[in-house]
């Protein structure tokens, strides 16, 4: 198991490497840049838009800037924001941490309401219950979140005179508060997982229902709880354990939309911002991490198949 972990550790390194090269190539080699936005809001002159150019080095070849950054990057520093001069790891310990917890209450709530879901979905098979539950995740996964988070907020207003809390309180202030606020987004947010997990839960229920070992259980006398927890689970959730680490990047890029409409300000609405203006430092920290997270989450994914059936090696 330790050379397994060493082999994917040594695998996501790779991925970081090409990564940094994808997302610093694909920025650069866009038209335009942070110089030109502010000529267009401040009225730069030409020659005052090169001064600033070579004063930010973007009048740098790429490939040399490219060099100069991930030769930052290995000590830690990821540069300093274009647009207020913040230092890059500043911004990103500041909203991320947002951003993780919006994710992760919105990855609690889709796996505890989407895996039950299949469940009995799978066991009521072909029953109206089953039917209904079917349409109610095909209508949930295919909902858009921003469509989703906008009926949230405009029609309880307008039918009830109630809207969600829209001024966001750090945990650290006030943790009731904080929850109070984050639940509505995260639900939103998970609303989409939790149809996919239910789906993929039902089909790996029902296929596992039907293999050789499950009906000599059943021919022994084993049934109910004890045979969907014992015999049908453990097996049936590998493929459902594998989505959830998927599921990582869906709530991540998820929450680039819900945050906007909750006026969260987490990673997503800085990524947004940094976007509309080219602040390239920023996008570049921001991705660089996103990866990280997706990366590990895959890697501690991977490693939990044995818990969830000890005859897995690797």
Known sequence: MGAYIVNRLWTGLITLFLVTFLVFGLLNLLPGDI??????????????????RHELGLDKPIATRYVL???????????QSLVNGRP?????????PV????????????????????????IRQDAWDDYAARLVS????????FWLGTVVIVFPAIWW?????????HIEDDPIGNLGFMIVPALVLA?????????????????????????????????????????????ALLPVITQLGGSVIFLISGAVVVETIFSIPGIGTT????????????????????????????????????????????
């Open 35 to 52: 110089v030109g936005t502010l000529m267009g809001d401040q009225g730069y002159t030409q020659a005052e838009a090169n001064k600033i």
């Open 69 to 79: 950054w991930v030769g930052a990057l290995s000590h830690g520093d990821f540069g």
């Open 88 to 96: 890059v790891s500043k911004i990103i310990r500041t909203s991320f």
């Open 99 to 122: 951003s993780i917890e919006l994710a992760f209450i919105a990855l609690i709530i889709s796996s505890a309401v989407g895996i039950p879901f299949g469940v009995y979905s799978a």
């Open 138 to 145: 095909i209508v949930g996964y295919s909902t858009p979140a």
């Open 161 to 169: 005179g109630w809207v969600p809390p829209l001024f966001f309180v």
């Open 191 to 235: 609303a989409g997982a939790a149809a996919r997990n239910a789906r993929l839960t039902r089909s790996q229920v029902l296929e596992t229902l039907r293999e050789d070992y499950v009906r000599t259980a059943r021919a022994k006398g084993i049934t109910g709880v004890s045979l969907i927890s014992r015999h049908v689970l453990r097996n």
């Open 271 to 314: 990524l947004l911002s940094a976007i509309q203006h080219r602040d390239y430092p920023v996008i570049s920290g921001v991705d660089l991490v996103i990866a990280v997270l997706v990366i590990g989450s895959h890697i501690l994914i991977d490693l939990s198949y044995k818990i969830a059936d000890p005859r897995v090696t690797y």
